[in-house]
T-cell receptor, first 110, second 111 residues
Framework: GQQVQQSPASLVLQEGENAELQCNFS?????MQWFYQRPGGSLVSLFY???GTKHSGRLTSTTVIKERRSSLHISSSQTTDSGTYLC????????????FGKGTSLTVIP | DMKVTQMPRYLIKRMGENVLLECGQD?????MYWYRQDPGLGLQLIYI???????SEGDIPKGYRVSRKKREHFSLILDSAKTNQTSVYFC??????????FGPGTRLTVL
């Protein structure tokens, strides 16, 4: 079923604006992983975040297990941030498996 | 250098031909995955392998089989490829309770 729901499905920003991408999940998890994918490209790992907040440059990931949500904040967006952002729920119940959301398509215009 | 490699990167086959996609990783990860990605459908898990000769079906295994004889190699085989198997195929690997690393993808076209 739909264990991972991402929102919004798409987003258009003016360069310099901030973005908040959401990922909600319906089950307990081991961790949440955020990926970036350029059109026609592979998935690049941004964060692997079991709980709490992590920072990397202009990106911040926050996972709140009790509320079953994870967010990715992009500050001062740039045109090179355009692409698709995917979250993946890492479930470990003796064996590991990842459940992916459908992604958020981000377009940053100059 | 942690890396997942895929070969070939691009492949064109005719319907009914056999297809072999190769994946390698240099991180000694136990778990490896094969996904396909289609517009509007997102990433779909085809097979997962927990170690050598320990493979499990994912969400869409029909028409595919896999082989893992060494920890660092994981192959995806399409016996008698079909046009609806045209897609981008991604391989990934991970440690137990660790993050996933993806390969660059293989773009397969079945005519």
């Amino acid at each position: 079923g739909q264990q991972v729901q991402q929102s919004p499905a798409s987003l258009v920003l003016q360069e310099g604006e901030n973005a908040e991408l959401q990922c909600n999940f319906s089950t307990s998890l081991n961790s949440m992983q955020w990926f970036y994918q350029r059109p026609g490209g592979s998935l690049v790992s941004l964060f692997y975040n079991p709980s709490g907040t992590k920072h990397s440059g202009r990106l911040t990931s926050t996972t709140v297990i009790k509320e079953r949500r994870s967010s990715l904040h992009i500050s001062s967006s740039q045109t090179t941030d355009s692409g698709t952002y995917l979250c993946a729920l890492d479930l470990y119940t003796g064996y590991q498996n990842f459940y992916f959301g459908k992604g958020t398509s981000l377009t940053v215009i100059p | 250098d942690m890396k997942v490699t895929q070969m070939p990167r691009y492949l064109i086959k005719r319907m009914g031909e056999n297809v072999l996609l190769e994946c390698g990783q240099d991180m000694s990860h136990e778990t490896m995955y094969w996904y396909r990605q289609d517009p509007g459908l997102g990433l779909q898990l085809i097979y997962i392998s927990y170690d050598v000769d320990s493979n499990s079906e994912g969400d869409i295994p029909k028409g595919y089989r896999v082989s893992r004889k060494k920890r660092e190699h994981f192959s995806l085989i399409l016996d008698s490829a079909k046009t609806n198997q045209t897609s981008v195929y991604f391989c990934a690997s991970s440690l137990p309770m660790g993050e996933q690393y993806f390969g660059p993808g293989t773009r397969l076209t079945v005519l």
